[in-house]
Structure formats: C-alpha cells, structure tokens
C-alpha cells in the first residue's frame, strides 16, 4: 500500500523561512518565480509523481530491468518509457537551465526541493533525470571539443530529456581510487577512439531515450600516472549520423534495491568520443558533475525517511495493541490501546520526523546558496553562499544517506512485522536506500573531503562563514524569551564543534592518519548542529505565527524533540573524534 503524499506545505514553509522571497524572488533572473508560482510548479510535479510515478514503484521493483544479449539492449519495466515520455512533455527535465538552451529558467531550489517528491514517488525511475541533471551542470562549465556534439548541440537534447546524461568512473579494479583507472583513449582525427571496460554504469543502456550520451574518465597515450593523467570525453550512444557507436552494455547487476535502475557493465570497443575542457584535468568537470550528483543523494534519505515515515504513521493510527502504560489514556471500548499511547512508538516516529525535516530544512538552505552562488547580484553574498555549499555538500550526502536509512528502518520498526512484508513499500524504501552511501563515493570519503579539503579551505574561511552564520541567527533568536534554551543549546554545541575543529585540526597537522581515524565522527558532529542550526532558523521564523497556528506548534513540537533527544549525540561524536586514532591504527590487523 502506497500512500505518500508530497510535502508541500512544510515545503512551502522552509521557502518562507529561508527568505526565498528576498533572496531568490529578489534576483532579476527570477522576477517570474515568486513564491506562489513556485508552489504551483511543485504542486504541477507532485501531482505528477504521485499519479504517474508512484504506482509503478512496486511492480518496477518486482519487474526489474532485462539485458538483452544479442543486441545488449535493455529493457525497462513496464510503463517506465512511458512515463519517462510523459515527464519530458511535462518539461519537468528543463526546469533549473538556461532559457537560451531551452530551460525553463527557474531557481535551482526548486529542483532540488522537487526531486524530493520525484525520488519519493519513484527511486529508480529518478535516476535517470538526476544524471541527466549532473551531466548538464559539467557542460555547462566546460567546453566539448566536437562540432557534432558541441555544448550548443548536447546542451538542448539533453534539457529537453530527448537525450539522456551517465556517469561513467568506476572500473573492476577501481572505485574510489580513480588513479587506477586504465581505459585508454587514442587520438583519431580532431577526436578520439576510446577502449576498457566500465562496470555500475546507472541508465548505462536503457530503452527510454533516443541517445545516451556518457561522461567517460579515460587516460590519453602519454598520460601521467594516477589522478593527475585523467581525461574526461562524452561518448555518445549514436553518432551523429546515426551509426551504432561501439560502447556495448555487457549485462546488468542484480543487486539489493533499485531494481528498476539498470546498473550496467560497458565495453569501449574503439567508441568514438570527443575531449571535455582541457587533456588530463579530467577530474574538473567530473567533480562539478558530482557535486550535483552528491547533494541529490543525501535528497534521496530525505525522500524515502518521508515516505517510510508517512507509511509507519499511518498504520500506527490503525494499529491496537497492548495497553497505555497510564491508566488514564487507556481505551475502555476496546481490548487494546492504539500503539500511538506507547511513548517509545511517538520516539520512533519523532527521531525519524525531526531528522528528516531538519534534512529538509538544510537541503532547502543549501539549494539556495546554489542560486546565490550563481546569482546573488552582491559578489561578497555570491561568495559566502558558494562557502557555505562547498562546505555542506558533503554533509547533505552523508549524515542524509545514513539517516535516511536508519529513519526507514525506525519506520519499519514501527511497524513491526507488517514493514517487514511486501504489503506495505517500508522494505522496498530500505533496500532502495542502502546504496546512498556507496556511491558518489562512500560516506567516509564526504567525510575525507569535509576535514581534508573544506576545512583547510582559504585558510579555513569555509568554517568561518559558516560560525557567521550561527552568531547571526543566535542573535536573531536571541530576540524570543521562549527560544532561550534552544538558543543555549546551539550555543554550547557550534561552541562544542569549534573546540573538535581546533584539536582535530593540531592533530591532524602533526599525523594525517589522524583525519582517516576521526573524520567519519566528526562529520555526524558537524551535521548535528547543522541541523540545529536549522531548526532554529525555523523557530525564529514561527515566532511571527499565531500562537495556535498549527505548524507553529508542529514545529515547536518537532524541534523540542530534536534538540532534547538528537543534538546530544553531537557531543558523544565530540568524545568518540577526541579519543583519536590509536584503537584503529594501534591493534594487530590478523586479530579481526
Ligand atoms: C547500484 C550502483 C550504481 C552505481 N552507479 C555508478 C555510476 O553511475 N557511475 C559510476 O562511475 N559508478 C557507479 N557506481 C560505483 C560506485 O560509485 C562505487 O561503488 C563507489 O564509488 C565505491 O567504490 P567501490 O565499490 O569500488 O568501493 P571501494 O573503493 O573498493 O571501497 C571499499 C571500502 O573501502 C573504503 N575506502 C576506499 N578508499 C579509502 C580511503 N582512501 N580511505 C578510507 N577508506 C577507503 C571505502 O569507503 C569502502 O568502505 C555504482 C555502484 C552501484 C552499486
């Protein structure tokens, strides 16, 4: 039993809290999108995912996807080409691009606040937009050295969603070491011929697009070694003179979730593919590709620790079980209490519900820095908001992919034996899940970037923003008697996080083996005043709300929760980064 339904009005009210009106309205780029017309265009796509998408996660999941091997072609489920076609007409593909190349010209937030409820309808299916999406944003910042398939050429089809954008880095034998990558491109006329053997390729072949354009790491003949000699070409599917290009799917992965997102095996025969930006600095458009791909995936937890959550609370309201624990509360036409009486059951379901619109509330944050970042007509806010991207992305993918997962799982448990069956989508939400924190590299290589990169970042100028941002909303705050205590909270935590930061940082400086031992923790601990940093911010903006308003006291309620119950852990984090390095690296490794 399905039964999600699109966030809307929490959505609509993080836009409100988050100043979208002043900031992004206020753009002459987006004069068009005020906050209701960005509210009609979400509601136009949540109407459209839930009708159209949604009922075909589960049979797409049972279906899964078929390799064809004599003309390794792939097949998807049933109704997936159809509703892929039904979704270009929409033109829901070229919202956030550029006019001139036939976007739609809308902000990148709501994008991003709209694959939420893309993801929630329809994982798999929402895999093929969302790479589309990341190849887009590499051309746009980079040139393709090729008449036929030049960015002028590329960029339309592929915001148009005639065309369709993959990612192709992963090889058998490297993964997250990309230095090891061997597949070879050899010069051929003004482009070039590529060779080697791609495997995980997402939508690598598929049967809903006319073409596939892929995104290719691959080292030139006189290549350096390692990260420092990749290259990165578009290899079309077809050429343009319609000509088979030999790069073949050599069969799909069968695998825990996302069934119906082909993930594919693909051999370069001699497949004819032009240079993106400049030889051996393939690594450039590659990340800025990723960067996208990265903060889409901790949208991902976010999307399905929602539709989990809609699904545990709606059985909950149904389900009778046991007797309150206080006599009062108990239900005396019945023979049991409804499971909500239980304060562990409102536990699970307010650990899920607080994480999750906290998630929401800093995806919401961050999307429009991304807009800031481009737009903003002042160049000191453009580079604060660019900061605070850098700094966050890797966050939104780790601490969003892991609590996704364990808020689904919360939810299943929620609902005992009953998420665990096929009956209710909880199980499939888990599986589908799992995987955020494997690709787009693994959670502790977010972890690596945030302490190894961001951190040291123009001279730690990242955490500096950052640490002015929280001064200026616990003044803001600061204004609200009733928020004191929230306010001492985010206090002691972001004053918490600077003391992690500064040890870790003088450790780090003398061992760097520390930053490996450290980072994974000390990334939940900035994630968790992250979030109470957002949570603050929304209650600031409901103290303008009548004191009954409902989400006035929905999010006093929430928030409550979250800085009682969640924010404590930041310090356990603290202690855990604080003990170092040595039970990781001072025990006897054939012991384990
Ligand atoms: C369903 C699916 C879809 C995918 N889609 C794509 C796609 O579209 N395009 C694509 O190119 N790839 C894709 N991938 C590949 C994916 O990006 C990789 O699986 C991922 O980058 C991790 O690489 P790996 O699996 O080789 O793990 P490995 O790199 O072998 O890592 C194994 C473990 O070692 C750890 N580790 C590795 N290096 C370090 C280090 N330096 N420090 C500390 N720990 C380390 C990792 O964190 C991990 O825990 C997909 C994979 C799957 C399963």
Redo the contacts with the bound molecule.
């Keep these: 039993m399905q039964i999600y339904t699109a966030p809307l009005d929490d959505i609509r009210f993080l836009l409100e809290a988050f100043d979208y009106t002043g900031k992004i309205h206020g753009i002459p780029a987006f004069a068009e999108f005020d906050i209701d017309m960005a509210m009609d265009l979400l509601g136009g796509m949540a109407t459209f995912c839930t009708e159209v998408l949604q009922p075909l996660n589960k049979s797409a999941d049972a279906e899964g996807v078929t390799y064809n091997p004599e003309d390794h072609s792939v097949t998807t489920p049933k109704g997936f080409k159809e509703a892929y076609a039904e979704y270009v007409e929409n033109g829901f593909t070229t919202l956030p691009y550029p006019p001139e190349h036939g976007g739609l010209g809308a902000p990148v937030v709501l994008n991003t606040l709209g694959s939420e409820v893309l993801i929630a309808a329809n994982k798999s299916f929402s895999m093929l937009p969302g790479?589309s999406a990341g190849l887009i944003d590499a051309l746009e910042g980079y040139t393709v050295h090729s008449e036929e398939f030049g960015n002028d050429n590329l960029l339309p089809k592929l915001i148009s969603g005639e065309w369709a954008g993959?990612?192709?880095?992963?090889e058998p034998q490297c993964?997250?070491?990309l230095g090891l990558l061997t597949t070879k491109a050899e010069p051929f006329g003004d482009h070039f011929k590529l060779s080697g053997t791609?495997v995980?390729?997402?939508f690598g072949e598929q049967d809903m697009t006319e073409n596939i354009v892929h995104l290719v790491l691959a080292r030139l003949p006189d290549a350096p070694e390692g990260i420092k000699g990749i290259s990165t070409f578009i290899v079309p599917k077809f050429l343009a003179d319609g000509t088979r290009n030999p790069v073949f799917c050599g069969g799909v992965d069968h695998?825990m979730g996302?069934h119906a997102s082909p993930?594919c095996v693909l051999n370069f025969e001699e497949a004819e593919g032009w240079l993106v930006g400049k030889p051996n600095q393939g690594m450039r458009p590659m990340f800025t590709m990723m960067n996208v791909a990265r903060l889409n995936v901790g949208i991902e937890g976010v999307a399905l620790g929602e539709a989990a959550y809609q699904a545990a609370l709606t059985f909950a309201k149904d389900r009778r079980q046991s007797r309150s624990l206080n006599p009062a509360k108990r239900d005396a036409n019945a023979a049991a209490d409804n499971i909500l009486v239980h304060p562990d059951v409102r536990r699970m379901l307010l650990e899920a519900k607080s994480t999750n619109e906290g998630l929401r509330g800093l995806v919401a944050w961050i999307a429009m820095c991304y807009d800031l970042s481009h737009h903003a007509l002042d160049e000191d806010e453009k580079q604060k908001a660019s900061d605070l991207v850098a700094l966050l992305t890797p966050i939104i993918k780790s601490f969003g992919s892991e609590r996704g997962f364990l808020n689904i799982s919360t939810a299943m448990q929620v609902m005992g034996g009953a998420g665990f069956t096929t009956d209710w989508p909880v199980e499939q939400y888990l599986r589908d899940e799992r995987?955020a924190m494997?690709?787009?590299?693994?959670n502790?290589?977010q972890a690596?970037d945030l302490v190894g990169r961001k951190l040291p970042m123009h001279g730690g100028r990242l955490m500096r923003v950052f640490a002015g941002e929280i001064t200026a909303l616990l003044r803001e705050a600061s204004a609200h008697e009733a928020l004191a205590p929230y306010v001492a909270a985010l206090k002691v935590e972001s004053k918490r996080l600077n003391d992690t930061t500064m040890t870790m940082g003088g450790a780090a400086m003398q061992d760097n083996e520390v930053i490996?031992a450290v980072s994974s923790n000390y990334l939940n601990q900035f994630a968790l005043v992250t979030l109470a940093y957002v949570w603050l911010k929304q209650l600031t903006h409901v103290m303008a709300l009548d004191e009954d308003d409902a989400m006035r006291r929905n999010k006093i309620q929430t928030a409550r929760y979250f800085f009682e119950l969640i924010l404590p852990e930041a310090e356990m984090y603290a202690n855990k980064v604080a003990v170092g390095k040595t039970p990781m690296t001072d025990i006897d490794v054939d012991l384990l």
């Design positions: 790479l993959t990612m192709a880095l992963t993964g997250t070491d791609k995980w390729i997402t695998k996302i993930t995987i494997i690709y787009e590299g693994t502790h290589i690596l490996g």
